[in-house]
C-alpha cells in the first residue's frame, strides 16, 4: 500500500507543479478596477461576504449589502463607517426570487448603476442521502444554486446596461474591439465540494456542482457577446467563516462511521482554517483579472490536483493519502512521548 500511496502522491506533486503552483501570485494593483464602481453583495453580515465589503470599501467602490441576518448585516455597516463610499442595506432571503429582483431595482434606484454581483450567501447540509429529507435537500439547493441564479438573473442586464453606458465610441463601427470605461463581472461562490464529491454532503455537492456548470456556461456566453461583463467561479476550500455553525444535519451519517450532532460542527470547524479576509482579497483579484475560476486554499489546489490525475478514483486515493497521512502523525506523536519519557527517566 506504501508503494501505491507514493506513486499518486508524485503523480499529484506532478500535476500540481504544472497546474497549479502553492505560491500565490504576487498582489497586484486592483484598485481602479473597482474604484468609483458598484458592488452587490449576498451574505455580506459575516465570513467573506463581510470581508469583501471591507476591501472594496477601502478601494473606493461603493456597496450594496445584502444578508438575511439583519444585526449581522448592520455590524457589517457600522464597519465601513468612515470610508468615503456610500453603503446600502438589505435584509434578504436569496432564496426568494421576487425579493431579490426587487433588491436589484434598490441598488439601480439607490446607486444609479451596478457593476459587480457577488453570489456569496450559502448553507451547508450533512446527511446521508437515504437520510436526507426532500425539504432539506429543497433547503440547501434554494439557498446554494436557485440563490446564485436569482442574483444572477436580476443583476446581469443591469450590469449589462451599466457597462453599456460607458462605453467608448472608437469610431470603427465594424470593429470587434470594444472599450469600455466601466468593468462588470458576475462572481459565484462555488466551492472545494464543487469539483470532488464527499459523503455526507451530496446536497451540499449538488449545489456547487450545479453553480460551477451555470458559471462557466455564462461565462462563455458573455464571450461571445463581447459586452464587457464576465463571470468568474470561486473554490474556496476550508474558509473561517459560520457556515459550520449555521449548518444543519442529521444523525443518518452516523451509519457512514462519521460523527454527527455538535461533534460533526466540532469537526467541520476544524476543517475552516484560511483566514476569510485573505479569501475575499483572492477572489477580488480574480475578478479584477478576469479569471475564469478562482481555488482558493491549498487544500481545493490539492483536491482538483487529485481529480485531474484520478478522475475515476480520487475518491480512494484521498482516503489513502488520509490514511497514510494519519499513520505517520501516530508515529510522531508515539516517538515524541518515548522521547519525552526518556528525558523525565
Do not use: Q
Given at each position: 500500500m506504501l508503494n501505491t500511496v507514493s506513486g499518486n502522491v508524485s503523480a499529484i506533486a506532478t500535476s500540481l507543479r504544472q497546474h497549479l503552483p502553492?505560491?500565490?501570485q504576487q498582489d497586484l494593483d486592483i484598485t481602479p478596477y473597482y474604484r468609483n464602481h458598484v458592488a452587490a453583495i449576498t451574505g455580506a453580515g459575516s465570513g467573506m461576504g463581510r470581508e469583501l465589503a471591507i476591501h472594496l470599501a477601502k478601494m473606493g467602490c461603493h456597496v450594496a449589502l445584502s444578508d438575511i441576518n439583519a444585526e449581522q448585516l448592520a455590524q457589517t455597516k457600522d464597519l465601513l463607517v468612515?470610508?468615503?463610499?456610500?453603503v446600502t442595506t438589505t435584509v434578504l432571503d436569496v432564496s426568494d426570487n421576487k425579493a431579490v429582483e426587487a433588491w436589484a431595482d434598490s441598488v439601480m434606484a439607490e446607486h444609479g448603476k451596478v457593476n459587480f454581483i457577488f453570489n456569496n450567501?450559502?448553507?451547508a447540509l450533512y446527511s446521508s442521502v437515504e437520510g436526507s429529507s426532500i425539504s432539506e435537500l429543497e433547503w440547501v439547493m434554494d439557498i446554494n444554486f436557485w440563490g446564485v441564479v436569482y442574483g444572477t438573473k436580476a443583476f446581469l442586464p443591469l450590469i449589462k446596461n451599466s457597462v453599456k453606458e460607458s462605453e467608448i465610441d472608437g469610431g470603427?463601427?465594424?470593429s470587434k474591439a470594444r472599450n469600455f470605461n466601466e468593468h462588470g463581472?458576475?462572481?459565484?461562490?462555488s466551492s472545494l465540494f464543487g469539483l470532488t464529491a464527499q459523503p455526507s454532503q451530496s446536497a451540499y455537492n449538488a449545489s456547487k456542482f450545479a453553480v460551477r456548470g451555470f458559471t462557466e456556461s455564462l461565462r462563455q456566453e458573455l464571450d461571445i457577446q463581447r459586452c464587457g461583463v464576465s463571470a468568474t467561479c470561486i473554490h474556496p476550500g476550508g474558509i473561517k467563516t459560520n457556515i459550520a455553525n449555521s449548518a444543519r444535519g442529521n444523525d443518518s451519517i452516523s451509519d457512514?462511521?462519521?460523527r454527527s450532532g455538535r461533534k460533526a460542527i466540532s469537526s467541520f470547524n476544524k476543517f475552516l482554517k484560511f483566514d476569510a479576509s485573505a479569501a475575499a482579497w483572492i477572489i477580488l483579484q480574480a475578478a479584477a483579472t478576469n479569471q475564469p475560476r478562482c481555488l482558493i486554499g491549498s487544500d481545493a489546489k490539492m483536491i482538483d490536483a487529485v481529480q485531474r490525475v484520478f478522475?475515476?478514483?480520487y475518491s480512494k486515493v484521498l482516503n489513502d493519502v488520509n490514511k497514510l497521512s494519519r499513520q505517520l502523525k501516530g508515529k510522531k506523536r508515539a516517538k515524541?512521548?518515548?522521547r519525552k519519557a526518556a528525558i523525565v527517566n
Open positions: 502553492f505560491s500565490s468612515g470610508y468615503d463610499v456610500k450567501a450559502g448553507v470603427k463601427k465594424d463581472h458576475i462572481i459565484n461562490i457512514l462511521g462519521m478522475p475515476a478514483r515524541t512521548a518515548n
